[in-house]
């Protein structure tokens, strides 16, 4: 029996390259070796988004990016998070049992609250559905970057707060970073997001890719320039690095037009895939893959019911 994977990302817009090196390619070199499920987390990005059409359209864009990328549709499970009720549910049900000062610690609400802006109850709530994701398919191993190691660690304590009330139900999960990608840094250094408007996407056209490489901010403090190099060094080894970063000390446009490069000849062949798959062929890997996915969430909710006594 393979032991059980479980991830999921939101259909929040392109991906780009820290999603690629701290998710995808992580998730696509150990799939095989495991019964995997990929989750398109839509109900998660609604805690961001409010456009239909623009939600619609991410969600057929992300499955193609896996597909593009060598997942395997016919090995892993790939559904979307709304297609399968039992996450709200079950989310809901773990509301239930955890504090509102132990939500209040997590990352996301706090960044939030930080920079003064007001959060919804969704993002609030966010650790739990993600909880509920994981905990209804008893997941064995969880490969996520690590910006979400913390949510990993409240699906754990959801878990054992669920089995401390109600008896042994769920197997805590484990996180799985990959090493020594850490969180990639986006064009300014910070962490690569969306959100800050810093990345480098994915499956952009050689000039978008080249224009935000261009963009990464360089200080004229050192030979090298470490916003380069921390991306650079996804692509090549340290001793090729060092090489090309001794020959072109001091020229940054020079190490910037080498990491363009670098990304080109790694994004062109899964470009061209991409270019084959169809909005209809997602329709039908989505079917499937949530068929499948309400399987095993349909069994669990069943024996979870049971245990808080709503079945009677
Ligand atoms: P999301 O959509 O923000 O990101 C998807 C995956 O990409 C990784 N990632 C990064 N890794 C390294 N460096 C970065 N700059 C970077 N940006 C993103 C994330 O760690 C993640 O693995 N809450 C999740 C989605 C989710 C989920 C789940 C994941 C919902 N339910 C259950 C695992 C299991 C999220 O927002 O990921």
């Known amino acids: 029996m393979k032991k059980r994977l479980f991830t999921g990302l939101q259909p929040s817009g392109a991906l780009h390259i820290g999603n690629y090196f701290g998710a995808l390619k992580p998730f696509?070199?150990?799939?095989?070796?495991?019964?995997?499920?990929?989750?398109?987390?839509?109900?998660?990005?609604?805690?961001?988004?409010?456009?239909?059409?623009?939600?619609?359209?991410?969600?057929?864009?992300?499955?193609?990016d896996y597909i593009a990328i060598g997942v395997?549709?016919?090995?892993?499970?790939?559904?979307?998070?709304?297609?399968?009720?039992?996450?709200?549910?079950?989310?809901?049900?773990?509301?239930?049992?955890?504090?509102?000062p132990f939500l209040s610690q997590a990352h996301a609400y706090k960044d939030k609250v930080a920079k003064g802006l007001e959060a919804n109850a969704g993002l609030f709530n966010y650790p739990m559905l993600m909880a509920a994701d994981i905990l209804l398919y008893d997941?064995?191993?969880?490969?996520?970057?690590?910006?979400?190691?913390?949510?990993?660690e409240y699906a754990r304590?959801?878990?054992?707060?669920?089995?401390?009330?109600?008896?042994?139900?769920?197997?805590?999960?484990?996180?799985?970073?990959?090493?020594?990608?850490?969180?990639?840094?986006g064009t300014d250094g910070q962490k690569m997001s969306k959100s800050y408007k810093n990345t480098i996407p994915l499956f952009g056209t050689k000039d978008e890719i080249s224009r935000a490489v261009m963009s990464v901010v360089?200080?004229?403090s050192g030979d090298r320039p470490e916003n380069v190099?921390?991306?650079h060094r996804l692509f090549r080894?340290?001793?090729?690095?060092?090489?090309?970063?001794?020959?072109?000390?001091?020229?940054?446009?020079?190490?910037?037009?080498?990491?363009?490069?670098?990304?080109?000849?790694?994004?062109?062949?899964?470009r061209e895939k991409r270019s084959e798959i169809t909005d209809d062929d997602v329709r039908t890997i989505l079917k499937n893959g949530s068929e499948k996915a309400q399987a095993q969430a349909q069994k669990k909710i069943t024996e979870i019911r049971d245990r808080i006594g709503v079945s009677i």
């Open 218 to 220: 360089t200080d004229s």
């Open 237 to 270: 080894t340290e001793s090729e690095l060092e090489g090309l970063y001794a020959e072109h000390a001091g020229k940054y446009k020079d190490l910037k037009e080498a990491l363009i490069e670098d990304i080109e000849t790694l994004v062109a062949p899964m």
């Open 157 to 185: 304590e959801a878990a054992t707060k669920f089995n401390n009330a109600y008896g042994e139900t769920f197997v805590p999960p484990q996180e799985m970073v990959l090493k020594g990608v850490g969180i990639v840094a």
């Open 139 to 152: 997941a064995d191993v969880v490969p996520v970057g690590e910006d979400q190691r913390q949510h990993v």
């Open 28 to 64: 696509k070199d150990i799939a095989g070796d495991y019964d995997s499920f990929l989750m398109i987390a839509d109900y998660h990005s609604l805690t961001t988004m409010r456009d239909a059409t623009t939600l619609r359209s991410n969600i057929i864009d992300v499955v193609k």
């Open 229 to 231: 190099y921390s991306i």
């Open 72 to 100: 395997e549709p016919d090995e892993v499970t790939i559904f979307k998070q709304s297609d399968v009720p039992e996450h709200t549910e079950l989310a809901w049900i773990f509301e239930c049992l955890v504090t509102v």
